[in-house]
């Protein structure tokens, strides 16, 4: 069981499969720690990541100091993290989790539109950021597009003149928009 671990932690840090096949949710087994002080929510993103199989909550946290330490004491595959924090707020979690937990891949789940977050969240590490609104559609998606090595931004940033998705996602290193 250590060396299949070890091939799942590869796996999680470089985005491509450290043995041949295809790579499911399924298969894989991955630990997820859900972060968000909203009871309703968080229970919902659990109630959501239990229908899927190979997902398996090992905690939950319900602000920024608690994160934090679950994550290193954890060291979960997966953070679903939330932005508005008691404490320490998401975007500071965000860029201390890889100091703690390296190969916890994180992904934002949070009503925050700003696309000056996003941007934030996504040059600092995070993977992914769905909008709590499209989460019950999006989230298991999200999931496996982080699981392949790829970004996810929520359907909400895809649209009009500016595509902020697409841009933000093939722009590493964006800076922040002046206001």
């Excluded at 968080?42 to 239990?50: A, G, N, Y």
């Excluded at 707020?89 to 890889?98: Q, S, T």
């Excluded at 769905?130 to 970004?151: H, P, Y």
């Excluded at 500016?162 to 800076?175: E, F, N, V």
């Amino acid at each position: 069981m250590g060396d299949c671990r070890k091939r799942l932690r590869r796996h999680l840090s470089f985005g491509s499969p450290a043995w041949g096949g295809e790579i499911s949710l399924e298969t894989l087994g991955l630990r997820v720690l859900v972060v968000d002080d909203n009871v309703p929510w968080r229970h919902l993103s659990c109630s959501t990541l239990r229908k899927r199989a190979g997902l398996h909550i090992i905690s939950e946290a319900v602000d920024g100091q608690d994160a934090v330490q679950k994550a290193k004491q954890l060291q979960p595959d997966l953070i679903l993290l939330d932005i508005g924090l008691p404490d320490l707020n998401g975007i500071e979690v965000n860029r201390l989790i890889p100091e703690i937990s390296p190969n916890s891949k994180i992904i934002f789940l949070t009503e925050n539109r700003d696309v000056d977050f996003v941007i934030v969240a996504i040059n600092d590490g995070a993977k992914g950021y769905v909008l709590k609104s499209d989460g019950v559609s999006e989230l298991l998606r999200a999931i496996e597009t982080v699981l392949q090595g790829g970004k996810f931004v929520s359907r909400h940033f895809n649209h009009g003149k500016c595509d902020w998705g697409r841009m933000l996602l093939q722009r590493p290193t964006a800076a922040p928009m002046a206001r």
